[in-house]
């Protein structure tokens, strides 16, 4: 496989974070593409000459309906096929806010069964869209993006980022799982409501990832809110999420061995 | 009346700059235009959107926001929108629902649906809102005042458009409905108890995804060459589009042509409809195809609606009869000058007696500025706006150790691989506007400028904007005070060198209600929004308002007086109208804000806040709670005139111009006093770790306050669920 991985960053009408997504994938040494939605729809193997495929933050189709439901909608219908194999394949897939919440609403990270979605994302517990920073710690996963990584500090804006599960089993199973990638340091940085503290989810290879916080928008030192009083960071946090995806392709011997430790 | 004053200002700042002349394009396209770096110009534009936000709150600041981001898609070649600024005015939210005229909104209703309005727009079409404010006073019941602007970035061989003879008219986007009929005469009228019948079909309707679409089609296709012209449909709808863009060729429109949201509309309907989300371009006709393709590829629609005609006449067509035909030249150039009488009477001034000094207790009147809805923390609206989104945010609106202290300005980065920035602030003071416009103006050019030289912006490349709304000003003494802001902008401009690069204005804002039979009017008072739009040669440079250390040295810059007319000390104490009214002395004021410059890109400055609403108290309160630490200061130590003798109250309280307090490391303390003389500044005290503010006059304590009950103050009022 090339070293450099190659990354698809999914456009959509509405998506609005894919040029800073984008810079943080080639920051990090990805080559990227930004092809629309309606492109992969028309022709769905298009998918098949990445290496990596994220969904960015925005409001896709305005979130009608709900967050990312309509986008879920066109990737479960003419993408899931290829997406899932992703895993077995070696690939990765991220997604971030509303790429989660697509994620969340294709199957990709939590399977329905017939009752539909054991869990999803729905409106924060203070009822409007929030923007502000969070301290996150990574769960107990295997999740790729997070490998090395002992905490992360990272700006959320969102309306629904809320996660919320049918049931105590279903939380059980997501734990049991290993798929509670990331959580918020505690309850007092949990922004949204978002049970057990849940901020992102991988699937059970970690291979998957979906996060409602933005590491795309922490990329440079002067995107922390605190530069001015705490001096210029030589490495922000968002970019080991980016940096880990890329590595990923360049060890033959993943995990990294060398693990990143930030304050 | 304002070419002869406002935009005379900056023809003289070019004249003089001459080869240093950094504007590019002023008071001409959808937004001004000013130099950037080599390859990027930037642009800046500030609407309002005063009616349709009283009768319909929600909709009226949606497609306020809408249309500001449309004049930057809409300038040049099509500018890329970077962020955006929003100010209002309203009435008190604490108002009684028995109090409010009858047909008009209750200011709370009004303020939650002008925040989700804006909220919703910029937040979806992924445009971050980095500035604003709030200014609160009862006169705006009938009228709140709705500003949004937005800055764009386009590269410099864009930056001017040309429509060839022959070109298509190609409209982008959403389609024409019935929708905002008559919203341009609307947003001329005066607003009566009957306005929401009667005008309702004249708000428009926005949707943020299609504008969004549209914006990415748009730079795609600049980026491929595939117009020579677009502009944005705005107020008129296509009559004053296409009217603006054949100008100079001609242009023959087939109405039946336009993509309607429903059938039923007559050509006239669709001719002036300002239905949302729409752009007309000059496409050659061998790139339609190409554009159509791109169009459709992204799902939006694109559709040749007629043809810039080489006739020097505008003809209408509509299903191949003629219905309208005017020369171009009649168009712009026909109607007869219009000429009103103006009077100015200056307002009579009141004495602020010794007595009514005696009666402003520090303690008591700090607690209350912070608690006064202008001053007052607004985290509740700054939340729900996505201000980091492209990711170019250095200064946020809010900043310190908890991230919710008052930013004085905002720091966007537009390129991110290019470490130059801009810096976008305002000023505004509707207060000291009934005691003298000029004054006013004056005052507030000097806030919008200190706020961004606040932050590090560099003073000589601050392009600033004017927003007047006023009352009615067919009443001489209206137009009289109109005239004195305005006289008082040129002046204030040209001595600061800071040209205005755009400019709107709203007028006849007044509400008129029937009230036991009687006729009763509310006009708003008189209101000057200037924006401020600087720029940094480098982001890192930048320094945020909270207090860093202990041990570090306070130095209040500037000079002190007796100026407590308009003050907010007076009016949490009911004495407002007394007193003298803040002036602006540019010749000082530039010496100082260069020196703050200076100082910051010696990087000697660790923090930096301007003295504004609340004067010296509030300010290093701020300072001190969003920074997490306390101070001791002595006002003993300001400077002050010779000649004046002024007591403690006003050193505390007094709104005079053009005064920033800095925190300087004790190592940087003779560098930083190199700077400017001791009558310019003067070190007042230092930075501690306890939790307490303390204020001193000699051996006297004036205050001992703790900062977490000064943020309380602060903070509570606004603290809505």
Redesign the interface.
């Known amino acids: 496989m090339d070293s450099q991985p190659l990354a698809l960053i999914v456009?959509s009408?509405?998506?609005?974070?894919d040029?800073?997504t984008s810079?943080a994938f080639q920051m990090a040494g990805a080559e990227t593409e930004c092809i629309?939605i309606?492109?992969l729809v028309e022709n769905p193997e298009q998918v098949d000459r990445f290496q990596i495929v994220c969904f960015p933050?925005?409001?896709s189709?305005?979130?009608d309906l709900s967050a990312g439901q309509i986008l879920a909608f066109e990737v479960a219908n003419r993408l899931f096929d290829r997406l899932r194999r992703f895993p077995q394949e070696g690939k990765l897939i991220l997604g971030i806010c509303n790429g989660f919440q697509v994620l969340m609403k294709t199957g990709l990270l939590v399977s329905p069964d017939d009752r539909g979605f054991p869990a999803s994302l729905t409106w924060n517990t203070?009822g409007?869209?929030?923007?502000?920073?969070v301290h996150l710690v990574p769960g107990e996963s295997r999740c790729v993006f997070l490998q090395g990584v002992k905490s992360l500090y990272l700006?959320i804006?969102h309306g629904e980022g809320r996660f919320v599960v049918r049931d105590e089993a279903t939380l059980d199973s997501i734990v049991n799982g290993g798929q509670v990638a990331l959580q918020y340091a505690d309850d007092s940085e949990n922004p949204n409501g978002s049970i057990a503290n849940i901020a992102g989810l991988s699937d059970p290879t970690g291979h998957v990832f979906g996060l409602m916080p933005?590491p795309?928008?922490h990329?440079?030192a002067?995107?922390h809110?605190?530069w001015?009083?705490e001096g210029?960071s030589e490495h922000p946090d968002g970019r080991l999420i980016f940096e880990n995806a890329v590595r990923y392709f360049q060890n033959s011997t993943f995990p990294a061995t060398s693990a990143v430790s930030v304050k | 009346m304002l070419k002869e004053t406002i935009f005379a200002a900056t023809q003289s700042i070019r004249r003089e700059l001459s080869d240093d002349d950094w504007c590019v394009s002023v008071f001409k396209d959808n937004a001004g235009i000013v130099k950037f770096n080599d390859d990027h110009n930037i642009t800046f534009k500030v609407e309002t959107h005063n009616r349709p936000s009283a009768i319909e709150p929600y909709g009226g600041a949606n497609t306020g926001l809408g249309g500001v981001i449309r004049d930057t898609m809409g300038t040049g070649m099509g500018a890329k929108p970077v962020c955006s600024t929003d100010v209002f005015c309203f009435a008190s939210p604490d108002r009684s629902y028995e109090s409010l005229p009858p047909g008009v909104l209750h200011p709370q209703r009004i303020i939650k649906g002008v925040v989700a309005g804006v909220?919703d727009y910029g937040?979806?079409?992924?445009?971050p809102t980095v500035n604003g404010a709030v200014y609160f006073d009862d006169r705006y019941i009938g009228n709140p005042m709705v500003f949004c602007g937005n800055v764009g970035l386009i590269p410099t061989d864009k930056s001017f458009k040309e429509p060839q003879p022959n070109d298509l008219i190609v409209v982008l986007g959403g389609r024409t409905g019935r929708d905002g009929i008559h919203g341009a005469t609307f947003s001329s009228v005066e607003l009566t108890d009957k306005s929401e019948k009667v005008s309702s079909g004249a708000v428009q309707i926005g949707?943020?995804?299609v504008e969004?679409?549209v914006l990415?089609v748009m730079l795609q296709a600049r980026d491929q060459g595939l117009y020579n012209a677009v502009t944005d449909c705005g107020a008129g709808g296509f009559s004053s589009a296409v009217g603006e863009m054949g100008e100079d060729i001609g242009a023959e429109v087939w109405l039946e042509q336009a993509p309607l949201k429903y059938s039923g509309l007559s050509y006239t309907e669709i001719w002036i409809s300002e239905a949302q989300e729409r752009m007309v371009f000059a496409v050659p006709e061998e790139k339609w195809p190409e554009l159509k393709h791109l169009a459709d590829?992204?799902?939006v629609e694109a559709t040749v609606i007629g043809r810039f005609t080489p006739t020097g006449n505008l003809t209408l067509k509509f299903d191949g009869t003629e219905v309208g035909c005017l020369p171009m030249e009649f168009l712009h150039g026909g109607r007869p000058p219009v000429i009103r009488n103006a009077k100015y009477r200056p307002a009579q001034p009141v004495e602020l007696t010794e007595s009514d000094l005696k009666r402003i207790d520090p303690h008591e009147t700090l607690h209350a500025i912070l608690s006064a809805p202008n001053v007052a923390s607004k985290q509740w609206i700054?939340?729900?706006?996505?201000?980091?989104?492209?990711?170019g945010?250095?200064?946020?609106p809010l900043?310190g150790?908890k991230?919710d202290g008052p930013s004085d300005a905002a720091v966007v980065?537009p390129l991110?691989d290019c470490a130059r920035g801009i810096t976008i602030s305002c000023g505004m003071n509707p207060l000291y506007g009934d005691f003298d416009t000029y004054h006013m103006a004056a005052s507030s050019i000097d806030e919008a400028v200190r706020n961004c030289v606040a932050v590090g912006a560099d003073p000589t490349r601050i392009g600033i904007l004017d927003n007047f709304c006023w009352g009615y000003t067919d009443r001489p003494e209206t137009l009289g005070s109109l005239v004195r802001a305005a006289i008082a902008c040129q002046e204030v401009a040209k001595e600061f060198k800071t040209p205005f690069i755009s400019g709107k204005d709203s007028l006849n804002n007044e509400f008129s209600f029937n009230e036991n039979g009687e006729r009763k009017t509310i006009s708003i008072p008189s209101t000057l929004l200037i924006s401020a739009l600087g720029q940094t040669p480098d982001?890192?440079q930048?320094?945020?308002m909270?207090m860093?250390k202990a041990g570090n040295l306070i130095y209040l810059v500037g000079v002190t007086r007796c100026e407590m007319g308009g003050s907010h000390a007076l009016l949490v104490n009911q004495l407002h109208g007394k007193g003298n009214v803040p002036q602006v002395d540019t010749q000082r004021s530039v010496q100082i804000f260069n020196a703050i410059y200076s100082g910051i890109s010696q990087r000697l400055v660790r923090?930096c806040h301007d003295l504004s609403e609340g004067g010296l108290a509030t300010a290093i309160a701020e300072m001190c709670f969003a920074?997490g630490l306390g101070a001791t200061i002595d006002v003993a130590s300001i400077p002050v005139l010779s000649e004046e003798n002024l007591i403690n109250v006003i050193r505390l309280f007094s709104e005079s111009n053009s005064r920033f307090l800095v925190e300087v490391q004790p190592e940087n303390k003779a560098d930083f006093e190199a700077l400017l003389p001791p009558a310019l500044l003067s070190q007042i005290g230092t930075v501690c770790e306890s939790r307490t503010l303390t204020v001193l006059s000699g051996g006297e304590t004036l205050l001992t306050e703790s900062i977490d009950g000064l943020k309380q103050s602060w903070q509570k009022t606004f603290d809505w669920?």
């Open positions: 456009r009408p509405g998506t609005n974070c040029l800073e810079i629309h309606n492109s933050g925005g409001f189709y305005g979130d203070n409007r869209y929030t923007d502000r920073w700006p804006a933005h795309e928008r990329i440079q002067t995107q809110p605190h001015t009083r210029l | 909220r937040n979806r079409m992924g445009i949707n943020a995804i969004k679409m990415d590829s992204e799902s700054i939340r729900q706006y996505d201000h980091e989104v492209l990711a945010s250095v200064i946020k900043v150790v991230n980065q991110l982001v890192t930048c320094v945020t909270d860093k923090s920074g669920k």
